[in-house]
């Protein structure tokens, strides 16, 4: 058997016979047209820059690493690793690849797949994200037994996975780095996903630090910390504050929430978006003396 030399968390999941079985048949010329691309790609975007630079060397230099197919079907293949080299070969016009053959089910070859471009490729956070996501739902693995092929302490899988708790927008923001995996983790210790929301367009408007996200969290999860109203023993609003907390919902269209209890302590919180909600209700209060 023919064996490259390989990151840590490749070569131990190649080693592990229990998951995949390969053969290496040597370096074959294989023509481009028969090499269907790899559907467990973990890649969703290419840098089109660095394709024309890969292009460029490999018009002057040729194609020096080999990439990884798998035979499917006669003369067909199909791309277990390197999916970026076989797009700036054809950019360069090359109608034939060099390749290394093997033989890989399904399973291993997504498990190959994900791990080699983790490895690898420079994949953006929340790629990566997902490749350990699909690595534990699809192939079965726990973080403790991805961490160990990965070589990355059980922390640094957990923290990635929690990247995918954060919402669309924020989540969209890592992918384009306009937010750095350290602004990201800050905001995944806020709970709410409005508010989430709120510090990510202030971390936008004002380029805030890190350091900066850190002390705000910390901020917001001391207050949260405050102790809260004691609710009424059924768990419900006195009837005596109903008719003031309906006053409330009428006066202002934002989303209120109202607790008290029997003794009456309690608390009246008032959710804003933006400065114009915010503005809206000083206005409403200004106007209004029905609360007095």
Do not use: W
Request: contains cysteine; hydrophobic residues 40%; neutral net charge.
């Amino acid at each position: 058997m023919v064996k490259r030399v390989l990151g840590r968390g490749l070569g131990a999941l190649i080693d592990d016979a229990d998951i995949i079985k390969e053969q290496i048949s040597g370096i074959a010329d294989v023509e481009i047209s028969k090499i269907e691309a790899n559907p467990y790609q973990p890649r969703t975007t290419f840098d089109q820059e660095k394709l024309e630079e890969l292009s460029a060397s490999i018009r002057e230099l040729g194609l020096i690493q080999p990439i990884t197919l798998r035979r499917i079907d006669g003369d067909r293949f199909q791309i277990i690793t390197g999916e970026r080299r076989l797009r700036a070969a054809q950019m360069a016009g090359l109608f034939k690849i060099p390749a290394f053959i093997r033989e890989a089910d399904n399973d291993s070859m997504l498990e190959m797949a994900l791990v080699e471009n983790i490895q690898r490729e420079d994949l953006d956070p929340i790629e990566i994200s997902l490749s350990y996501q699909r690595l534990i739902e699809e192939c079965n693995l726990t973080q403790e037994t991805l961490s160990a092929r990965m070589g990355k302490k059980r922390s640094t899988v957990t923290n990635y996975l929690r990247l995918l708790k954060l919402p669309a927008v924020v989540q969209k923001g890592l992918k384009e780095r306009v937010i750095s995996v350290g602004h990201a983790k800050a905001l995944i210790n806020i709970v709410d996903p409005d508010t989430q929301l709120m510090l990510y367009n202030q971390i936008l408007k004002y380029d805030f630090s890190v350091r900066k996200v850190e002390e705000i969290v910390r901020q917001l999860s001391e207050q949260n910390q405050e102790k809260q109203p004691v609710a009424s023993k059924a768990g419900k609003l006195p009837e005596k504050y109903l008719p003031v907390k309906q006053l409330i919902e009428e006066v202002i269209p934002l989303p209120v929430k109202f607790s008290a209890d029997s003794k009456g302590r309690g608390k009246i919180v008032i959710a804003f978006k933006s400065e114009e909600d915010l503005r809206k209700i000083v206005k409403i209060l200004e106007k209004r003396d029905d609360l007095s």
